[in-house]
């Protein structure tokens, strides 16, 4: 039997990423990019082997885009495509797992769309365009929540009353659970332990960020909750701010709604703290340069990471290991170095060297000896959202 083939998607509101994913391979054959979808500068970035181009789709749709990037697909399938695998973020709480996708989960996908608006209606234009496109190839939803739905109540409910829960699901959600699960499996990989007997801390960060306590392959809490906006300091986001912060804005600088989410989603964060950029790599060089900005953000980032991962600690029986994933887990040696200074009580150690060594998709064991384990496990949504994909073609 040839190795499979399998296109995954994430779409978002202007955005379609796209890999093909061949089970015997460890690279994508084909990825990609389209942005400013729907804009004049609308563009479509890809990669088929060695070779990258462009072509710009000015106003270009979904569809239309969609429409390109199958074929595409196809040729570097060889012509044999076996699936298609859609990232989707918010599958509330009707799903506890990916799904092949039907006329059921389409509805439970617009059905939470009220708690992800910026993304669930943007799945859902490309799982219905990808469906229109190949009617004969199945679909998979794989969704961000998904992972999350084993943690216990009194970790994802919040203490309001309890109608908001039960008529308009107001509860902890999570997400990035794609990520998590893929390298807390990897992780026990790594050291030989079994997945279904360990504990694992997991942080992914890059522009938007979370944690995660992790017992037997299963989520016990997170640090994100209803929406992405909860939790930890981000590129853009605030994370956990005051939850009177709204109203002492509207009263006091006369703000409306609409203002005050933007600025925690779209303004805040390492963005908003520096006043100079959300990225950490031009961060952490100012910094060093002595920029005051850049150094309350890193400081900042890294406190309230280490705080978070302590307080995580509690939903733990026992400790594994640390794992640092996502574009600043996987590469800022420094956040993981001053991170750690902050968890003292844990007896976390880093050795210098290994430490080093570890970005650029490098991955493997950092501690000191007689340390807690510490892990850079590199990150691969698009392949668990692949494994997730064949699983269902084979059950």
Same mark, same amino acid.
């Given at each position: 039997m040839s190795a499979r083939n399998i296109l995954v998607i994430n779409c978002g509101s202007s955005s379609i990423k796209f890999a093909l994913?061949?089970?015997? #391979?460890t690279t994508f054959p084909l990825q990609g990019l389209a942005e400013r979808l729907g804009s004049p500068e609308a563009v479509l970035h890809w990669q088929f082997g060695d070779t990258k181009e462009s072509l710009s789709l000015p106003g270009t749709s979904h569809q239309s885009v969609l429409s390109k990037i199958l074929p595409l697909a196809q040729e570097a399938a060889g012509g044999h495509l076996d699936g298609i695998g859609h990232r989707v973020v918010h599958g509330g709480e009707h799903f506890t797992a990916s799904h092949l996708?039907?006329?059921?989960?389409? *509805?439970? @996908?617009?059905?939470?769309?009220?708690?992800?608006?910026?993304?669930?209606?943007?799945?859902?234009?490309? @799982?219905?365009?990808?469906?229109?496109?190949?009617?004969?190839?199945?679909q998979v939803s794989? $969704?961000?929540?998904? $992972?999350? #739905?084993?943690?216990?109540?009194?970790?994802?409910r919040y203490a309001v009353p309890e109608f908001l829960y039960t008529e308009h699901g107001v509860r902890r959600y999570g997400f990035h659970g794609t990520s998590h699960r893929y390298v807390s499996k990897r992780a026990a990989e790594m050291v030989g332990v079994p997945v279904e007997n360990s504990s694992w801390l997991s942080a992914h960060l890059g522009n938007g960020c979370s944690t995660c306590a992790i017992v037997n392959g299963e989520s016990r809490d997170t640090s994100m909750g209803l929406t992405p906006l909860e939790g930890l300091a981000m590129g853009t986001r605030s994370g956990d701010v005051d939850p009177n912060l709204h109203?002492?804005?509207?009263?006091?600088?006369?703000?409306?709604?609409?203002?005050?989410?933007?600025?925690?989603?779209?303004?805040?964060g390492l963005k908003g703290l520096s006043g100079l950029s959300n990225d950490m790599r031009t961060l952490y060089e100012a910094h060093m340069a002595g920029h005051p900005g850049a150094t309350l953000a890193f400081e900042v980032f890294c406190y309230r990471l280490a705080k978070s991962l302590a307080g995580m600690g509690c939903a733990l029986p026992k400790l594994d290991g640390l794992i640092f994933t996502g574009g600043i887990g996987e590469n800022s040696a420094a956040v993981r170095e001053r991170?750690? *200074?902050?968890?003292?009580? $844990?007896? $976390? #150690?880093?050795?210098?060297?290994?430490?080093?060594?570890?970005?650029?998709?490098?991955?493997?064991? @950092?501690?000191?000896?007689?340390?807690?384990? @510490?892990?850079?496990?590199?990150?691969?949504?698009e392949r668990q959202i692949a494994l997730d994909t064949l699983a269902l073609l084979d059950a």
């Open positions: 994913v061949n089970e015997a #391979q996708v039907d006329a059921d989960v389409l *509805e439970g @996908i617009r059905a939470n769309a009220h708690l992800a608006p910026l993304h669930n209606p943007a799945h859902l234009v490309g @799982i219905e365009a990808a469906m229109e496109l190949f009617p004969s190839l199945p794989v $969704f961000d929540t998904a $992972f999350h #739905q084993s943690m216990p109540p009194h970790a994802y109203s002492h804005l509207a009263r006091t600088l006369g703000w409306s709604i609409e203002q005050i989410d933007r600025t925690l989603n779209h303004d805040s991170t750690l *200074e902050h968890m003292k009580l $844990f007896g $976390f #150690q880093l050795d210098a060297e290994a430490n080093a060594r570890c970005t650029r998709g490098v991955g493997g064991e @950092i501690q000191a000896a007689g340390s807690p384990r @510490i892990l850079v496990v590199p990150t691969n949504e």
